[in-house]
């Protein structure tokens, strides 16, 4: 009831101390003013009940009731009713490139790297409410699963749906990967234009170098991001398909091509990072989330209603009736 209320000059309600003395002062001055008469007896005396005598208080209480509102108007109640309008001033387009082969069912991330990937991710994009973006799948050949959007629904939708299959050529294509990311941003007239590009090997197939994809990047003003996904050492990854079509677990060395990944990030201008663990995965994508700030400008409109109007009408009604029956049915100062 009261969340929009305010008082703009609430320093004036310390003038609420002197009401007090005011009663104080009330008392005493009464007390002098009324006038004693001493006799010995009174049975000579028919004495009847004045009720207006026992009305006479009710003066003071309006007086003090007219101040009370007076000092109450003078702090300037209001209400204040607030609307926010929301400008993007500097929008940033994404492209999330995922490796999807067969290694990125390797159980060192929990359940899997894929997996977890898109447990990531998703909080990831769930961040990002202002800018657009757009999805990636590769392999050993790579297309695009989302094109750039603004609504994260669609992408985390097909980010959902993401998961190994035969459909793509098996292999880890990193240029092929890159190229369609590039491909995805390089009309776009973002001021901020990004790729995180994520994969758990080596460039082993494809028909497009990546560090001819990383100078198309930065042709077209493209930053790229890279994560080697995986933990140092071994891993149980696939090694082979059971007769029922599951997958049959073994322990694999790890092999990613960081050198790489490196020189792509750093020829782009982005950064490279190691997400050996979930967590180290979630530290990853919480820096890229602080790197790559959207700029929002925020217009705030209030709307103020005062409210001291009606509380000092109020007073000069009381004072009004004080002032009429102090003068018409008492007739006397007081």
């Known amino acids: ?99 999807v082969s067969a290694s990125m069912l390797a159980r060192d991330l929990k359940p899997n790297r894929l997996e977890a990937l898109k447990t990531v991710a998703a909080r990831f994009i769930n961040d990002r409410p202002n800018d657009r973006i757009g999805l990636v799948e590769y392999a050993g050949e790579s297309y695009t699963k989302t094109p750039l959007t603004s609504d994260k629904s669609i992408v985390l939708s097909s980010l959902n749906s993401i998961q190994y299959n035969t459909v793509i050529e098996g292999g880890t294509a990193i240029g092929m990967g890159l190229a369609t990311a590039v491909n995805r941003l390089k009309d776009s007239r973002a001021k901020s234009k990004i790729i995180i590009l994520l994969t758990d090997g080596v460039n082993n197939s494809g028909f497009i170098d990546p560090k001819i994809a990383s100078e198309l990047a930065v042709e077209f003003g493209i930053k790229v991001y890279t994560i080697g996904l995986g933990t140092n050492g071994m891993a149980q990854s696939p090694i082979g398909i059971r007769q029922d079509g599951s997958f049959q677990y073994g322990s694999v060395q790890v092999e990613i091509d960081e050198a790489l990944l490196k020189e792509i990030a750093k020829t782009t201008g982005g950064e490279y990072f190691r997400a050996t663990s ?14 790559e700030k959207t700029d929002i400008e925020e217009f705030k409109y209030r709307n103020y209603d005062e409210k001291f109007r009606p509380l000092v009408l109020l007073a000069l009604v009381l004072l009004g009736i004080e002032l009429l029956v102090k003068y018409t049915l008492f007739r006397s100062f007081i």
């Open 1 to 99: 009831m009261f969340e929009n209320f305010e008082f703009v000059n609430p320093q004036f309600f310390w003038l609420f101390l002197t009401l007090p003395v005011l009663v104080l002062w009330y008392l005493w001055k009464r007390k002098q003013q009324t006038a004693a008469l001493k006799i010995s007896s009174t049975k000579g005396f028919k004495t009847k009940k004045n009720w207006l005598a026992g009305l006479r208080p009710l003066l003071f209480i309006f007086r003090l009731l007219a101040l009370a509102l007076i000092i109450t108007a003078m702090a300037r109640p209001r209400t204040v009713d607030e609307s926010t309008r929301i400008k993007t001033t500097k929008g940033i387009d994404i492209v999330i490139a995922i490796d």
């Open 278 to 291: 979930t967590s180290k995965l979630v530290e990853i994508y919480e820096e890229i989330n602080k790197l």
